[in-house]
Nanobody, 125 residues
Framework: RLQLVESGGGSVQAGGSLRLSCAAS????????LAWFRQAPGQAREGVAA????????NYAPSVSDRARLSRDDAKTTLYLTIDNLRPEDTAMYYC??????????????????WGQGTQVTVSS
């Protein structure tokens, strides 16, 4: 399994942008499906965006589909999530997740078996 470490969270005003990073260690990075999830206090973990293994297909939650962009740097074994026009409802702990190959880049938490510790994003109005 990959070991995942998130970074890039912080406090930002509504309308701003953040780029989150997920640095992975382990082998066969390009064979993993990768995803970002978030969880606000008292709420269920929500899938935000996912990147398919090898074929590069991407999947976004409707709540961020017009504001988020995934990218990956295979040389650095790092996945990035940029969210523009941040809203207070984007406030949550953001987690990176991975699974070795997947049929499709889905947003169900049970698909993934490796998780990072999370990075906090706080958006003020």
């Amino acid at each position: 399994r990959l070991q995942l470490v998130e970074s890039g969270g912080g406090s930002v005003q509504a309308g701003g942008s953040l780029r989150l990073s997920c640095a992975a260690s382990g082998s066969a990075f390009t064979s993993y499906c990768l995803a970002w999830f978030r969880q606000a206090p008292g709420q269920a973990r929500e899938g935000v965006a996912a990147f398919g293994a090898r074929d590069g297909r991407q999947n976004y939650a409707p709540s961020v589909s017009d504001r988020a962009r995934l990218s990956r740097d295979d040389a650095k074994t790092t996945l990035y999530l940029t969210i523009d026009n941040l809203r207070p409802e984007d406030t949550a702990m953001y987690y990176c997740a991975a699974v070795f190959w997947c049929r499709a880049p889905d947003l169900a938490p049970e698909t993934y078996d490796s998780w990072g510790q999370g990075t906090q994003v706080t958006v003020s109005s």
